[in-house]
């Protein structure tokens, strides 16, 4: 080979190499993507990603990552590029552009799971369709005036059930306080009751698939939440045949006595399918999240002697003054005066973290301060690493009520109060929130004038990132009912 074909060789090939570089470049101008690694081919860094950490923390995966890249970085998750966002202003930002720039988009096996029709998987009309139903049933108005009434009633059931000085899961309580009364107003179930019981049953499973790796093999908890799913359904179904009967022989239910199925099938042109999904995720969101987060506060609150002394005294006075007019059961304004409690609620819900962060999708090229966030890339708002912010809440670790007081002070109530967001935001906030606000003040309610309760053991509630004591929670409570006439004896 002489110099000179060599020479042509090589400028041929630098020239061919420019040309490719510049026909790329101009198809796809360079993307200033955020930051970060994608990890393993297919598997990325899911695995460092979902490993289970103290649920008070933002875990290792996360302080790693954010030291490196800082609050929002690119990775591969689940099978996708992806976005993380520890940033409150963006997550407020992905949550306000639902549907315009991001949209909601959690994995297949959740699909399967919960069903095409559940709210977490439906967007656009059909989303407004059904969480209108969800918001109608949920409403102020019902909860004043009929939910109010029975939360309270499935708190003392549970509560009277505790026997003196014994130890127990807290959980295991919380879950039944919280799964009777959801049942109780989605398919008027009566708690105890051998149905209720075995439907109970059904969920344990059914919960145990949503958080599995989705195989689809004999064995699996998948499997087996699959064939839960389909249980389910059936009872369901067979309710609303029931119902179906009863309505054409004229004996439906009255007025404001409806439950959520009767209103379903009245008052919405929903098909059966989507009926039955509505329900079945309805009972689901209604109970698992509530029941832990009321489990942490079981579990924040001997932590914090002062916090515990102040709500007590809240609570006596309350019930004092009630004596004094008579009244025995809470009313709207009872829970109202509840200032404290409110607080205690809040950060129990920003410590706890029961939902940590959400799976959303970019339908449209997207930037952000400078970011490219390519149309098509999962996008991880994470709540919990905005609450245990230590540039937004002084000392985020600890559990502190008192940082949620003091409205008209500027500086600290505004960094707590703009960045709280346990229940996620714009069209798709939590359509239970006021409902779990309202079932945590009132258990915590009877739960401080009644009991004495200290933790047995060590538990501490883990990130799985579903939020769950490996132990359960065991607690030893001590009746203190001869200490102060408190009110044990309603119904
Ligand atoms: C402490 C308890 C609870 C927490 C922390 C919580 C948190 C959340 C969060 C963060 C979302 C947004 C999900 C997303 O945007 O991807 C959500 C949605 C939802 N929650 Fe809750 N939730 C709780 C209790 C409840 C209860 C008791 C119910 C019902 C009785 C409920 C029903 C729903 C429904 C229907 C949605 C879907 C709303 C929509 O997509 O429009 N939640 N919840
Ligand atoms: C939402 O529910 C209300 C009350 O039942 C009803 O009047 C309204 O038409 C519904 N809106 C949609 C968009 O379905
Ligand atoms: C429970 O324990 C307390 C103090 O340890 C004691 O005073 C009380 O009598 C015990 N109650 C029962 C029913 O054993
Ligand atoms: C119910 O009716 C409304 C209009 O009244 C319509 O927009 C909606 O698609 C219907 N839903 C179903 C499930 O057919
Ligand atoms: C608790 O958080 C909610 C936001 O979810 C806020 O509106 C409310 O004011 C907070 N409560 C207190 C006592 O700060
Ligand atoms: C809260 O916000 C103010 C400014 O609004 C800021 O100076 C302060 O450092 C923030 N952080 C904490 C922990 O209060
Ligand atoms: C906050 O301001 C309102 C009215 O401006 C007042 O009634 C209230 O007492 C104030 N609260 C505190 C904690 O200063
Ligand atoms: C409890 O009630 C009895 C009579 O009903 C009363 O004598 C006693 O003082 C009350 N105790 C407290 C602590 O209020």
Redesign the pocket.
């Known amino acids: 080979m002489s110099d000179s074909h060599l020479t042509f060789c090589l400028l041929s090939s630098i020239l061919a190499l420019i040309l490719i570089f510049t026909f790329i470049k101009r198809k796809k101008p360079t993307l200033n993507l955020p930051p970060g690694q994608m990890g393993w081919p297919f598997l990325g860094e899911t695995i460092g990603y979902l490993k289970p950490y103290p649920a008070i923390t933002i875990g290792h995966f996360m302080e790693k990552h954010i030291a490196r890249y800082g609050t929002i970085y690119k990775s591969n998750l689940f099978g996708e590029p992806a976005i993380v966002s520890a940033d409150a202003g963006f997550n407020r930002f992905i949550l306000q552009n639902e549907g315009k720039l991001f949209e909601i988009s959690y994995p297949k096996s959740v699909r399967g799971i919960l069903g095409k029709w559940s709210m977490l998987v439906l967007v656009g009309d059909m989303h407004r369709e059904m969480r209108n139903i969800s918001l109608n049933f949920l409403s102020h108005a019902r909860l004043r005036t009929h939910l109010l009434k029975d939360v309270e009633k499935h708190t003392l059931l549970v509560l009277n059930s505790w026997k003196d000085n014994c130890t127990f899961s807290a959980i295991a309580e919380a879950k039944k306080f919280t799964f009777n009364f959801i049942a109780k107003h989605m398919l008027s179930l009566d708690p105890g009751n051998h149905e209720t019981e075995q439907l109970k049953r059904e969920y344990v499973t059914f919960m145990k698939g949503v958080i599995s790796a989705p195989l689809n093999l004999p064995g699996t908890a998948y499997r087996k939440a699959l064939k839960s799913r389909s249980n389910i359904l059936k009872f369901i179904e067979e309710k609303m045949e029931g119902r179906s009967k009863r309505n054409q022989e004229g004996k439906g239910s009255l007025e404001g006595e409806e439950d959520l199925l009767d209103w379903a099938m009245m008052h919405s042109n929903l098909s059966t399918e989507q009926i039955l999904d509505l329900i079945l995720s309805l009972l689901f969101a209604g109970h698992e999240t509530s029941s832990i987060a009321i489990a942490l506060a079981i579990y924040f609150l001997p932590g914090c002697p002062r916090a515990m002394q102040q709500l007590r005294e809240e609570h006596v006075e309350i019930d004092r003054s009630k004596k004094q007019t008579g009244e025995v059961e809470l009313t709207w304004d009872d829970y109202k005066r509840m200032?404290f409690t409110?607080?205690v609620?809040?950060e129990t819900l920003r410590l706890g973290n029961v939902v940590r962060y959400l799976h959303r999708k970019a339908i449209k090229d997207v930037r952000y301060k400078g970011y490219d966030i390519p149309c098509g890339w999962k996008v991880l708002p994470v709540l919990a690493a905005v609450h245990l912010d230590p540039a937004l809440f002084d000392q985020p670790q600890q559990f502190n009520p008192w940082r949620?007081?003091g409205?008209n002070k500027s500086g600290s109530w505004q960094n707590t109060?703009n960045n709280?967001m346990?229940?996620g935001g714009g069209i798709r906030l939590c359509a239970g929130?006021e409902l779990s606000k309202l079932e945590m003040a009132l258990f915590i309610h009877h739960l401080i004038l009644n009991y004495h309760w200290e933790l047995v053991g060590t538990d501490q509630p883990l990130a799985y990132p579903f939020v769950d004591f490996p132990k359960g929670l065991s607690i030893k409570a001590e009746a203190l009912s001869k200490y102060h006439n408190s009110s044990l004896e309603t119904t």
Do not use: M, R
């Open positions: 200032e409110h607080c609620v809040n949620w007081q409205k109060s709280f346990a229940f929130s």
